[in-house]
């Protein structure tokens, strides 16, 4: 920390000085986001590093695990070792956001609430710019959940439904072409999906467990063909619509208070 007085007399704030190891890797990281160095490319040796950043090895191995934290490169140990650039993997940005939920208390009322905002708007991005292979992918999720659901409640997985529907969800997402979406979305989709697993077996009554899967289905196939029709408006209208209904499924009795952290313990 470096501090100093200013001209009144007064102590300026105190001002962190980075470390040498964040420095390189500062400077790594920008290369590889940058695409200077690619998924798969070999870094230097540390022979090499180290006589480029005229630092020690110690130094250059702490930069290695800022880095490798950010599962940015994979460092392999042993005489075929080295260090090979890699690519964030979601499940890290997940479990980071899934726990900064958890501490601020998070209620699944409020994650859902966001979902309303965030999905609708997904939807009319979608239906603006879908093509025949989105809206393929978007009956195949359909689909894939009919099918399961066609099989009847003897034979259902309630869990392995809930993933289905949810696929169909991470579509409209995925497709909107907005990559902020689509990484909310995927940051998301664990919460989500234990929430929904955990709405639907804590239900005793399968029956109307099934009959609510089956109205997902026909839900499914009219949004699917509002896209494919390319009627933008009226698909985020009928979808904002459907999830303010589903909310009010989903999130009966004590599951609107329970809290993110309430889906992990």
């Not at 920390?1 to 704030?13: C, F, L």
């Not at 072409?177 to 077996?201: D, K, P, Q, S, Y």
């Amino acid at each position: 920390m470096v501090a100093g007085i200013g001209a009144n007399g007064e102590a300026k704030k105190l001002v962190r000085v980075p470390k040498t190891a964040e420095l390189i890797a500062d400077e790594l990281r920008s290369r590889i986001v940058r695409g200077v160095l690619k998924k798969g490319d070999a870094l230097p040796t540390e022979v090499e590093l180290v006589k480029q950043f005229g630092v020690s090895r110690p130094t250059l191995r702490e930069a290695f695990r800022i880095l490798e934290s950010e599962s940015l490169i994979v460092v392999r140990r042993g005489s075929r070792g080295g260090v090979l650039v890699s690519s964030p993997d979601i499940s890290v940005a997940a479990r980071d956001f899934g726990l900064l939920l958890q501490m601020s208390g998070t209620t699944l009322a409020d994650v859902y609430d966001a979902r309303k905002v965030l999905e609708p708007a997904a939807v009319e991005m979608l239906a603006a710019r879908a093509t025949p292979a989105d809206v393929n992918d978007l009956r195949t999720a359909a689909g894939a959940l009919a099918v399961l659901v066609n099989d009847g409640v003897e034979q259902a997985d309630f869990n392995e439904w809930s993933a289905a529907a949810f696929r169909f969800h991470d579509l409209i997402l995925e497709r909107s072409g907005n990559t902020t979406l689509a990484l909310f979305g995927a940051v998301l989709r664990e919460v989500i999906t234990r929430h929904m697993a955990r709405a639907v077996t804590t239900s005793t009554d399968a029956a109307e467990i099934e009959k609510q899967f089956k109205q997902t289905i026909r839900v499914f196939t009219k949004l699917t063909n509002l896209i494919e029709a390319g009627e933008a408006a009226q698909a985020r209208t009928f979808w904002s619509a459907h999830m303010d209904r589903a909310g009010r499924k989903m999130l009966w009795g004590d599951l609107a208070r329970e809290t993110v952290i309430d889906l992990f313990v």
